[in-house]
């Protein structure tokens, strides 16, 4: 009887153990291509990097866009993220931006909020990876008090 009750506690948590390493790894330095990609209303950068360490629940983004999409010219930020479900704070510009990261299956859910001076602004943003790991696509979806819109960003790792 006791061997049993042992097996039957040991096997789900074989189980999840397996389902938590089948997670998708964003691990890499990720290029935009603007052609494949779609902006909306938005002006379309010249360049984007953007640079992933990805290890267990943190994922570090380094992001790097180029062109007058921009002000100055170039903007650099650097986020951290973790995939558990838990509140993340990070610093963008002058403001704080929280987001809540978990994974959908083997895509990656971050929702963001920010506050601007016309009122919260939600984004929603899908991670997946495609092409055998070789393509990163986010699917975007925000709204404000005024409207939303959708975006799809197409990356490729170099």
Request: one cysteine or more; aromatic letters at 6%.
């Amino acid at each position: 009887m006791r061997l049993s009750i042992n097996c039957t506690w040991i096997l789900p948590a074989g189980v999840l153990m397996l389902t938590a390493q089948d997670k998708p790894n964003f691990s890499g330095n990720w290029t935009l291509d603007t052609a494949k990609s779609d902006f909306g209303q938005f002006p379309v950068p010249d360049t984007q990097t953007n640079l992933i360490e990805h290890q267990g629940i943190n994922i570090k983004l380094t992001q790097t866009i180029k062109g007058d999409a921009v002000p100055g010219g170039e903007a650099s930020s650097e986020r951290n993220y973790t995939t558990d479900g838990k509140p993340n704070v990070n610093r963008l510009g002058q403001q704080d931006v929280k987001s809540i990261s978990r994974w959908d299956g083997n895509t990656l859910i971050v929702e963001t909020k920010l506050e601007t001076p016309d009122g919260t602004v939600e984004i929603r943003d899908a991670w997946e990876l495609t092409n055998g790991g070789k393509r990163m696509v986010v699917s975007r979806d925000f709204k404000d008090l005024q409207s939303g819109g959708r975006q799809r960003f197409v990356f490729h790792k170099q």
